[in-house]
């Protein structure tokens, strides 16, 4: 996995937890880069650990051989670290250790909490986050590289893309329209039908089903397949109801 490609694929989840935790995303990504050696740690390989976290995870634990930092020396030694079924459960157990802190000290990470990624990088060293004395340097350095800066600017109403937006301002329209097709009911669906007909297709039973019990079809075989389109679009927006206008 190449650095550009590693990006890519944690980009997404250190968002959505910067969008919930206010914890910068260029944080997350740049701490997991470091500590997973760009998603190609045996760690990471094996058990979806991304930071390095200890103990038990949602997938249990796995024991693997480690370097700690004492009196500023390297030592080698074996730890049990936590294992997840997926990257999104290690960036999410990422944010809830810095939220929550540790057991002796529940606000140990809360200067890293709403502030840039920078700060966040200087602050996760000084309360004690790793051993290594230059874990900051290390940490500003992949975000300065990589412009990790760029995915603290995401803001929550950014959410969707363009494309998608335009998506769901078309189905809007398009619900809109079907609303006003509905309030003529039998006759307009009756204009539908003159199409070429055919037998209700399986998937569209659900919805002829319920035009029927509206009092909105009475002669459900013989329809074209926009008709039955139509029908199960209405019903999944609810408007194939009793009643209904």
């Known amino acids: ?3 550009a490609e590693f990006i890519s694929r944690i980009a997404p989840f250190a968002v959505t937890e910067m969008q919930r935790s206010h914890i910068a995303a260029s944080l997350t990504i740049a701490q997991a880069a470091l500590e997973s050696g760009w998603g190609n740690s045996g760690l990471t390989v094996k058990a ?15 024991a693997i051989r480690t370097t700690e930092y004492l009196n500023g020396k390297p030592v080698l030694v074996t730890a049990a670290f936590r294992a997840y ?3 999104g459960e290690s960036v999410a157990d990422h944010s809830a250790v810095l939220i929550g802190g540790v ?10 909490i709403g502030v ?9 060293a000084a309360a004690g986050y790793a051993t290594d004395p230059n874990y900051a340097a290390k940490l500003i350095q992949i975000m300065d590289t990589y412009n990790l800066y760029q995915f ?18 078309n189905l809007e329209m398009e619900l809109k329209e079907l609303r006003v097709l509905l309030a003529g009911h039998t006759d307009r669906l009756s204009a539908i039908e003159g199409r070429t007909v055919m037998n209700v297709p ?6 002829v089903n319920a035009a029927v019990a509206a009092g909105l079809l009475d002669t459900p075989a013989g329809g074209s397949y926009d008709f039955y389109r139509l ?15």
């Open 1 to 3: 996995m190449t650095n």
């Open 48 to 62: 979806n650990n991304l930071f390095g976290m200890k103990g038990s995870g949602p997938a249990g634990s796995i």
């Open 85 to 87: 079924h997926d990257w």
């Open 103 to 112: 057991s002796w000290n529940r606000g140990l990470y809360t200067r890293v």
């Open 116 to 124: 840039n990624g920078q700060t966040a990088a200087r602050e996760i």
């Open 152 to 169: 603290d600017e995401v803001k929550e109403d950014e959410e969707m893309s363009a494309e998608d937006k335009q998506k769901l301002a």
């Open 202 to 207: 399986v998937w569209a039973g659900p919805a």
């Open 231 to 245: 029908l199960t679009v209405l019903n999944r927006a609810g408007l194939l109801v009793p009643g209904g206008d």
